[in-house]
């Protein structure tokens, strides 16, 4: 799908930017961010980022993704530690006022596409999302063979 929506922006005039080999379609300063999250129908709240996801999808969900809206309180930038500068550092590639908007998805190769949600996720720390907003859009039918 992230492919899809790379080749979809060339066609538009729109940008797209390479982070790490992955080519990410850019449209009005938001980045696409494609995730398949079951491969049955599940519910949107089930959604869990798996324990051996790579590195550049936990920052690339951490640097550009919402800030989570019920935290304590904000971290004065002399109150945060490296380690977690370097969760939230943004990627160069994209830009720093690039944001991302979660295209969550789930699909098996027989049905195609089951459910698809468009929307800003915030990645917590058991790695399950909270959504500040979404939205389910429709899903064309799959033609008979």
Known sequence: MRENF??????L?????DVRGYEYAIVNDHALFPFKYANRPRPL??????ANASPTRRRLLLGHGPDAQDALFPLDDDL?????EKLHETFEELGATTKLVCVFFTADAEAGIHAIH???AHLEPDRTFSWLYSEQLPVAPQPLT
């Open 6 to 11: 790379a080749d979809t922006a060339r066609e």
């Open 13 to 17: 005039g729109e940008t797209v930017r």
């Open 45 to 50: 709240n089930r959604a869990r980022l798996a």
């Open 80 to 84: 945060t530690t490296e380690e977690y």
């Open 118 to 120: 468009l929307g800003q």
